[in-house]
């Protein structure tokens, strides 16, 4: 098992469904993240929560909407998506959003989602 | 907005050849840089980090930095089938690059090592 676990990992919606990522990290860490993986474009940073904090949205749309309600726990609500949302979402944590020290990040295994 | 510019390839090489996996940045105040490895259908995992120019050897994989010239590479010595993968080079964000959570990504290199 490891240490950043998302579940669905596969979920296919249809654009007026409403549905949620879920991810758990299981290493005391502080800050977590949601970067999307499109096929053909770079990993993109979506969000970042430090201490359950909001730090950064990546402009983002609205349609998708993060939730942290605590710092091992992170879920990203989705709504009225289009079809070219569909991607690989990874979650990820770290120590801390800032600073280098120790600072690795982790990735889930991600969550495959297709909007049709 | 920082850049990070890979070759997606595909990169083709023979098993026990040397891989060859570059990488160009456009901030030149980044101070740090990473390569994670990504297997189809998996999530990707840390297998070098380099701060130096110069050169980082670790096992099969070393990792020259060219700060100077912006540039940073992976090689991969003696390579293997099961090293087939996408390879990512990865720079953090913030200010002086301090923010190892906040990474911008190259699109990967895709390799494959045939037998």
């Known amino acids: 098992e490891t240490g950043v676990t998302q579940t669905p990992r596969h979920l296919v919606m249809g654009m007026t469904n409403k549905k949620s990522l879920k991810c758990e990290q299981h290493l005391g860490h502080n800050a977590m993240y949601w970067y999307k993986q499109s096929a053909k474009k770079p990993l993109e940073l979506m969000f970042v929560y430090n201490f359950k904090e909001q730090t950064e949205n990546n402009s983002v749309p609205s349609r998708f909407s993060p939730e942290c309600p605590n710092s091992s726990h992170l879920f990203l609500h989705l709504h009225t998506l289009q079809p070219e949302d569909s991607a690989l979402y990874l979650c990820?944590?770290?120590?801390?959003?800032?600073?280098?020290?120790?600072?690795?990040?982790?990735f889930g295994e991600g969550s495959w989602l297709t909007v049709v | 907005q920082k850049e990070v510019e890979q070759n997606s390839g595909p990169l083709s090489v023979p098993e026990g050849a040397i891989a060859s996996l570059n990488c160009t940045y456009s901030?030149?105040?980044?101070?740090?840089f990473f390569w994670y490895r990504q297997y189809s259908g998996k999530s990707p995992e840390l297998i070098m980090s380099?701060?130096?120019?110069g050169d980082k050897e670790d096992g099969r994989f070393t990792a020259q930095l060219n700060k100077a010239s912006q540039y940073v590479s992976l090689l991969i010595r003696d390579s293997q089938p099961s090293d087939s993968a996408t390879y990512l080079c990865?720079?953090?964000?913030?200010?002086?690059?301090?923010?190892?959570?906040?990474?911008?990504f190259g699109q990967g290199t895709i390799l494959t090592v045939h037998p």
């Open positions: 380099i701060y130096s120019n």
């Open positions: 990865a720079v953090p964000g913030g200010a002086g690059g301090t923010s190892y959570g906040k990474l911008t």
């Open positions: 990820a944590s770290s120590q801390e959003a800032q600073g280098s020290s120790g600072n690795t990040i982790y």
């Open positions: 901030d030149r105040g980044s101070q740090s």
